[in-house]
T-cell receptor
């Protein structure tokens, strides 16, 4: 069964700093990645998605994808306390109708 | 934004008990999903459906049944609840298509004593 591994398990950055989160799939048929954000006590909400090699930027958030290594990363610049949350990476295979989620990275941004 | 509601929001039952979790989406989405969330495991897919009467098995289906009665309603059934099923359960929906975003409900916290 496909596995999605995220690292680190937790991350602490100062306000205004850069946070970098990683995600790798073990399934060579994966062709699409999502990043979801889940604030404490809330439900997950989609942050960004990527399926092409390279990077995609939306405001303070940048996602990279290397399809050869099945590795994606999420970078948050100028981190804010409101960015403190659980970040979940999800992957979809080209033949599937479902997502497989990683275990998540807990990000804490301190003042 | 897509609206997904779940009920109850909290449920406590005993081992061997019967539990039904309900999910409704009002956005005419074809796909609906049931996940459980446990610390260290992220979200794990239990069952999903792509339309009324359809059911697909997810990655952790043991001990769970599901039924999609209408396009709007998807139910998760635990007929003989066990303490290992204590978890936070999320329902999600998405439009047709492999690459559509999933929209999550608020979650149901289930405790099996």
């Amino acid at each position: 069964q496909q596995k999605v591994q995220q690292s680190p398990e937790s991350l602490i950055v100062p306000e205004g700093g850069m946070a970098s989160l990683n995600c790798t799939s073990s399934d060579r048929n994966v062709d699409y990645f999502w990043w979801y954000r889940q604030h404490s006590g809330k439900s997950p909400k989609m942050l960004m998605s990527i399926f092409s090699n390279g990077e995609k930027e939306e405001g303070r958030f940048t996602v990279h994808l290397n399809k050869a290594s099945l590795h994606t990363s999420l970078h948050i610049r100028d981190s804010q306390p409101s960015d403190s949350a659980l970040y979940l990476c999800a992957a979809r295979t080209s033949s599937g109708q479902k997502l497989v989620f990683g275990q998540g990275t807990i990000l804490k941004v301190y003042l | 934004e897509a609206a997904v509601t779940q009920s109850p929001r909290n449920k406590v039952t005993v081992t061997g008990g019967n539990v039904t979790l309900s999910c409704r989406q009002t956005n005419s989405h074809n796909y609906m999903y049931w996940y459980r969330q446990d610390t260290g495991h992220g979200l794990r897919l239990i069952h999903y459906s792509y339309g009324a009467g359809n059911l697909q098995i997810g990655d952790v289906p043991d001990g769970y049944k599901a039924t999609r009665t209408t396009q709007e309603d998807f139910f998760l059934l635990l007929e003989l609840a066990s303490p290992s099923q204590t978890s936070l359960y999320f329902c999600a929906s998405s439009p047709q298509g492999n690459y559509a975003e999933q929209f999550f409900g608020p979650g149901t916290r289930l405790t099996v004593l």
